[in-house]
């Protein structure tokens, strides 16, 4: 198993746009990904999706800290090989 560490941002919806997270690794990975309003935590959720995206298999989400500016939040993700 392989460790991540992993910042989610939240932005809001514009006139243009509805709201959407980020998802960044390091190493310049990122991920936009819909704010999922049925989620219960659309940030995990995202981070999943992200995951998904870019082909690992999620096994654990752990949170970490909330991101500077409080929008958003840091996590350790756990994936397979």
């Known amino acids: ?8 941002r939240y ?9 959407y997270i980020t998802v960044r690794l390091r ?3 990122v991920a936009r990904i819909p704010y999922d309003h049925a989620a219960d935590n659309a940030h995990q ?10 082909g690992m298999v999620v096994q654990g989400i752990d949170f970490v800290d ?3 500016g409080g929008r958003g939040n840091v996590y350790t993700v756990t994936v397979e090989g």
């Open 45 to 54: 959720s995202a981070v999943r999706e992200a995951f998904g995206r870019w």
């Open 27 to 29: 190493g310049g990975r």
């Open 66 to 68: 909330s991101a500077r």
């Open 1 to 8: 198993m392989t460790n991540y560490r992993v910042v989610t």
């Open 11 to 19: 932005y809001g919806p514009t006139s243009f746009k509805g709201s």
